[in-house]
């Protein structure tokens, strides 16, 4: 069935620098999905890939899907304290309806 | 309503007691979803609703799990002869549409269920 893994587990960085978590998958994605999940939170949408190769930007976050649709990663430049939180992949599972979230990556930023 | 409401905010209760926790989502969504999160790991999928029907299960851990969602709105998941592996947080989620995986998902602030 589909599996999905995500690193790093967490990451602690300096207030500034930059992050980067990845998710792969084992089979070949529709689309994919991030999440943050701030402490004490619920997931909250940040964005949608679709496309081979496609990159978006939001502000300081860029994320990636992989040409082959199995990859994806979400890039952060020069992190601040209001990035702390753990961002999830999300993706379709073994059937349509099952949405299915990779283990995450927990963001910890020193100020 | 204005996002999806989960009820209780905090659940306390001993092994073996039934517990029942509910989500009430965006108005007009069609698709709802239930997940497991317990502490440091991601949610875990429990099940989905389009509209009444429950189309998938198979995250169910065991047959002591049921969903129901009778009108195609406010959903219940009920806990029966609860174990102390079922504490964790109980996240439910709507999207606008039914089927695919191309939305966004909206999440309540989940249920923390703790089992003593």
């Known amino acids: 069935g589909q599996q999905v893994m995500q690193i790093p587990q967490y990451q602690h960085v300096q207030e500034g620098e930059d992050f980067t978590t990845y998710c792969n998958s084992s089979?070949?994605?529709?689309?994919i999905q991030w999440y943050k999940q701030r402490p004490g939170g619920h997931p909250v949408f940040l964005i949608q890939l679709v496309k081979s190769g496609e990159v978006k930007k939001q502000k300081r976050l860029t994320f990636q899907f992989g040409e082959a649709k199995k990859n994806s990663s979400l890039h952060i430049t020069a992190t601040q304290t209001t990035d702390v939180g753990t961002y999830f992949c999300r993706l379709r599972g073994d059937s349509s309806y099952k949405l299915i979230f990779g283990s995450g990556t927990r963001l910890l930023v020193r100020p | 309503g204005a996002g999806v409401s989960q009820s209780p905010r905090y659940k306390v209760a001993k092994r073996g007691q039934d517990v029942a926790l509910r989500c009430d989502p965006i108005s007009g969504h069609v698709s709802l979803f239930w997940y497991q999160q317990a502490l440091g790991q991601g949610p875990e999928f429990l099940t989905y609703f389009q509209n009444e029907a429950q189309l998938d299960k198979s995250g169910l851990p065991s047959d002591r799990f049921f969903a129901e969602r009778p009108e195609g709105s406010v959903s219940t998941l009920k806990i029966q002869r609860t174990q102390q592996e079922d504490s964790a947080v109980y996240l439910c989620a709507s999207s606008l549409y039914g089927q695919g995986s191309n939305q966004p998902q909206h999440f309540g602030d989940g249920t923390r269920l703790s089992i003593l």
């Open positions: 089979t070949t994605l529709s689309n």
